[in-house]
Nanobody, 125 residues
Framework: QLQASGGGVVQAGGSLRLSCAASGRTFSDYAVGWFRQAPGKGREFVAAITRSGGSTNYADFLKGRFSISRDNAKNTVDLQMNTLGPDDTAVYYC????????????????????WGQGTQVTVSS
């Protein structure tokens, strides 16, 4: 089970830190990703991280503003979001899927089996 938290309302240029907490499984067996869905749009990839946290991948549009990290001892994956703009307004979802390799991460939503409930991020201009 995945639980996303940390969303809220922030002014443009501000920062937020989202957290995805997992329970009921060996978290270190799972690659994790963050996706987002803005009103009227499809769910898009934001960031992904391997089981160990050794490798990450980001959507090109982020331009280095976001950072994904994980703490397997705490069963959490965080998404640090900086320099937020109105276009970042969306519901953010974390997702996880078993990964046989320590070097695998997934960027396609169809590759993820488990999804959190989403947390709303609203950026005001």
């Amino acid at each position: 089970q995945l639980q996303a938290s940390g969303g809220g309302v922030v002014q443009a240029g501000g920062s937020l830190r989202l957290s995805c907490a997992a329970s009921g499984r060996t978290f270190s067996d799972y690659a994790v990703g963050w996706f987002r869905q803005a009103p009227g749009k499809g769910r898009e990839f934001v960031a992904a991280i391997t089981r160990s946290g050794g490798s990450t991948n980001y959507a090109d549009f982020l331009k280095g503003r976001f950072s994904i990290s994980r703490d397997n001892a705490k069963n959490t994956v965080d998404l640090q979001m900086n320099t937020l703009g109105p276009d970042d307004t969306a519901v953010y979802y974390c997702a996880a899927s078993l990964a046989a390799s320590l070097r695998v991460y997934y960027i396609n939503r169809n590759e993820y089996r488990y999804w959190g409930q989403g947390t709303q991020v609203t950026v005001s201009s």
